[in-house]
């Protein structure tokens, strides 16, 4: 197994880990209550968008990943 599949394999894992983290972040800052007819919103906008940035983070990490284990080495 040469280095750039080795490489390849922890991007994509890693993504995973990252994207499962940023889901997570993002659902528990997105919260809203109904009390007597009135909807409050209780959302924490810096933790969604924390979580957002580590989606962003794990999709980039996934192709990065896609693209290493593809290569052809010449």
Avoid at 8 to 29: A, R
Avoid at 45 to 55: A, D, T, V
Avoid at 58 to 65: H, K, L, N, P, T
Wanted: glycine share 14%; proline share 0%.
């Amino acid at each position: 197994m040469s280095t750039n599949k080795i490489i390849g394999i922890i991007l994509i894992v890693g993504s995973l880990i990252v994207g499962y983290y940023g889901i997570n972040k993002v659902s528990q800052n997105d919260a809203s209550v109904k009390v007597l007819g009135l909807k409050i919103d209780a959302s924490n906008e810096s933790g969604k968008n924390q979580g957002y940035i580590y989606l962003g983070l794990a999709a980039v990490m996934f192709i990065g990943g896609i693209f290493t284990l593809n290569r052809k080495d010449a």
